[in-house]
């Protein structure tokens, strides 16, 4: 142990006595908040009511602090305490609005997640915490509550010949989904617990259609979502509220939305038509995580060109003494090779994960303060992903390092190993986001190579419930972030494990 | 000129490594045109892909490898102090960069072709498989189709203009594993930066300074209204490219001491 201090130390000493090498890895770090600092100010966004300017409109919050879209038709009472809301749905259609390939027709389609069923909700206001059974178009029953919890119930379609009936029981914080296909024989399709129920609530009836989404080859490489208006209609009957509810008419809110386009203009205005014992409900909208809006990780756009310089210095540490022949010294003076070669890992991961650190750790914050400043929504998130961004993007840098020098050792020859080493890192990445690579190939690129790691980057997570395309290009990787670091590290502890290997194999 | 060329072929034709990074350009070019060509699928609207760029994006690796045939050309001799003695044969020293640049530009323009062909047998055997049959209305690339011949000229010279670009860069940094990230970062950081910038303003100018993304414009054969450049305009800015690191490394080498 003694003998790894002193060679600590002395691989230390090589390497900031070796000419450039610390300034490099200093000019990595300011690189990176350099060129964060340019791109968050360059960015503006404002938006104006006729000739004034005003704050741009921000979507409302969920219980969990997450942005949220929250749009939907609601048909609703107060309930106070304890109840039980049931219904049979009968039918379930929709209108999609100008699709592909002419965008010249409306088609009567029901959008795959359009939801029409039952809802308990703290209030008609939007980001109110909730509780929704309802039959979708395409995913079967769902139960989802506090839009980023979700649970599915029996697939399947509803038509005049098979109706599905909801029910929906209020027992405290605990509100218990059940669905059946005769109104007698009940399955419970799960536990919703909504972090913030007052003792007195909406419940009703709701209907909500997402856009219809659609994903063309962009232009420059990458591709491009397209999204559609579209409209659902739920027709309800045997609609029984029990508890202490109260009577009279229903109340009618159109959630988070207007009837804004020339469909509900003219055709079908989104509402209710009650007919005796029938309800048509008519309602567009999505109740789901947003993903409008600026990724902080965004503010990093230096990370790559800070990365290449040290990928350099990495691999310069231990190319730089073969051409100078100081490897032949350093290994009289460190018999154990092995040993050696870690003591060189350690001074180089160390020096790239600091670099990394002093760059993410400036460049978020103050980046995210200028996009701000600037009128750029950047979605809120938790301060525990905001330090998993910042920490985890450093110590993937740190690694890349510790893979770079590796692969110096191995190739022993500066340019091979920096190729090697930026083919398996940014190259993955660059064909991921910005060339004609297909999007499958992009996934699979960034699951089974060191870029991988990069996943630690990823703010937003793609959330089941959200309708979008979720593609590389838009900053969503194919692995949760901790399993694409894992990859990385991998890599990098192969790299290593190979490198010493043939370190102790090789004459020097 | 003439013996300077002869020397510079010599030298890079001996050098350990050079039939390595030769074999590297056409393996690395053909490999990822394969690994992308296989995982290409038709949707049911149609095939938006371009069947010619799809076949040459090999060259998005290759290009790596092409440079580091140049950085050994140049940069190695910088390592070994092996450029004294070229400069005491030769003590002209424009003359020592210009056989250079003639040397490794005709390499590339070989190994290069090569490559480019290969990558285009590979395509032209996997992308049936996906679907793009004449019978669906997507002619594979043929050269004698005159779309598919201009891609891959231009392919080659873009390759040509990599060595360049790679020559350049060794003789300005002296220093190789340095010149093969500064090169590396010059070709792959602007197209990831071109999409990490919102505005599409933004975007198109960064896409015109980018000398990957505009040397490569000349690969499509669709939706060409779509480009910000021509593909001869886009070859020209990576042209510009070599050029403006030429003159100086031409301006430093001769001022310098070696």
């Not at chain 1, 947003?290 to 756009?301: C, Q």
Request: aromatic letters at 6%; a positive charge.
């Amino acid at each position: 142990m003694r003998e790894f201090g002193y060679l600590l130390r002395a691989e230390w000493t090589k390497f900031r006595t070796l000419r450039g090498q610390l300034v490099a890895a200093t000019a990595a770090a300011v690189l990176v908040v350099l060129l964060g600092a340019v791109f968050a100010a360059g960015n503006h966004s404002s938006c104006s009511e006729g000739p004034k300017e005003v704050a741009c409109p921000t979507p409302p919050l969920g219980p969990g602090g997450e942005a949220v879209a929250d749009t939907f038709y609601f048909v609703h009472r107060t309930l106070s305490g304890d109840g039980t809301v049931t219904a049979r749905l009968t039918s379930l259609t929709g209108v999609i609005t100008y699709p592909p390939p002419n965008h010249d027709t409306i088609v009567p389609r029901v959008e795959g997640l359009a939801r029409a069923g039952l809802m308990v909700k703290a209030g008609a206001r939007p980001g109110a915490s909730y509780a929704a059974l309802a039959m979708t178009g395409t995913h079967g029953v769902r139960l989802a509550w506090d839009f980023t919890h979700e649970v599915a119930g029996a697939p399947g379609r509803v038509s005049g010949a098979a109706p599905r009936w909801l029910r929906l029981v209020r027992a405290g914080d605990t509100l218990t989904g059940y669905e059946s296909v005769d109104g007698h024989r009940w399955t419970r399709v799960g536990v919703a617990h909504p972090a913030a129920l007052p003792r007195s609530v909406q419940v009703g009836l709701f209907v909500s259609s997402p856009g219809d989404v659609t994903v063309e080859q962009g232009s420059l490489g990458g591709s491009i979502e397209q999204l559609r208006f579209t409209q659902a209609t739920g027709v309800f009957d045997r609609v029984s509220v029990a508890g202490t509810a109260a009577g009279g008419d229903w109340r009618r809110d159109y959630v988070g939305g207007h009837a804004a386009t020339d469909w509900e203009k003219y055709h079908r205005p989104p509402g209710l038509v009650a007919s005796g014992d029938r309800l048509t409900i008519s309602g567009s909208g999505e109740i789901a995580p947003s993903t409008d809006g600026f990724h902080l990780e965004g503010v990093l756009s230096g990370l790559y060109v800070g990365l290449i310089v040290l990928i350099v210095v990495a691999v310069l540490a231990v190319t730089a003494e073969y051409r100078r022949g100081v490897i032949a010294t350093t290994l009289v003076a460190g018999p154990r090779r092995g040993t050696v070669l870690a003591a060189k890992a350690v001074v180089v991961g160390a020096v790239g994960f600091v670099a990394g650190l002093v760059a993410t750790a400036v460049t978020v914050p103050v980046g995210v303060h200028v996009l701000r400043g600037n009128g750029i929504y950047v979605l809120p998130v938790p301060l525990g992903t905001e330090l998993r961004v910042v920490v985890g993007t450093a110590a993937v840098v740190g690694l890349v390092s510790v893979l770079a020098l590796a692969l110096g050792a191995v190739f022993r020859r500066g340019p091979v190993a920096v190729i090697a080493a930026v083919a398996v890192t940014v190259l993955p990445v660059l064909l991921a986001t910005a060339s004609f690579v297909p999007e499958g190939l992009s996934r699979w690129l960034l699951r089974i190579t060191p870029a991988a790691g990069f996943a630690v980057q990823q703010s937003i997570p793609v959330y089941p419930n959200a309708v979008g395309h979720h593609s590389p290009v838009d900053g969503y990787y194919p692995l949760p972030p901790w399993a694409g670091f894992a990859v990385l590290c991998g890599f990098a502890g192969l790299a290593l494990a190979l490198a010493g290997y043939l370190l102790r194999r090789r004459d020097a | 000129m003439r013996r300077a060329l002869h020397a510079e072929w010599t030298k890079l034709a001996t050098a350990r490594g050079t039939a390595w990074l030769i074999f590297g350009i056409v393996a690395a070019t053909a490999a990822l045109t394969a690994a992308v060509d296989a995982t290409v699928r038709c949707t049911a609207l149609g095939c938006d892909q371009d069947p010619t760029r799809l076949s040459l994006t090999g060259v998005q690796l290759g290009q790596a490898v092409v440079a580091g045939l140049a950085i050994l050309a140049a940069g190695g001799e910088f390592g070994t102090g092996m450029i004294r003695t070229t400069l005491l044969a030769v003590p002209r020293r424009t003359t020592v960069l210009a056989a250079k640049a003639t040397v490794v530009a005709g390499l590339t323009a070989a190994a290069g072709t090569v490559a480019v062909l290969a990558s285009l047998l590979v395509a032209r055997l996997v992308l049936p498989t996906a679907g793009f049959t004449a019978a669906h209305g997507h002619p594979l690339p043929s050269l004698t189709a005159g779309g598919t011949v201009r891609a891959a000229g231009g392919a080659v010279l873009y390759l040509v203009l990599v060595a360049l670009i790679a020559l350049a860069t060794a003789t300005l940094v002296r220093d190789s594993a340095v010149a093969t990230g500064a090169v590396l970062a010059l070709l792959y950081v602007p197209p990831v930066a071109v999409f990490l910038v919102s505005d599409p303003d933004w975007q198109t100018w960064l896409w015109r300074f980018s000398p990957m993304d505009t040397g490569l414009a000349i690969l499509s054969t669709t939706h060409l209204a779509d480009l910000p450049l021509t593909g001869w305009a886009g070859l020209a800015v990576t042209a510009g490219w070599a050029v403006a690191l030429l003159l100086p490394a031409a301006a430093l080498l001769a001022h310098r001491d070696p």
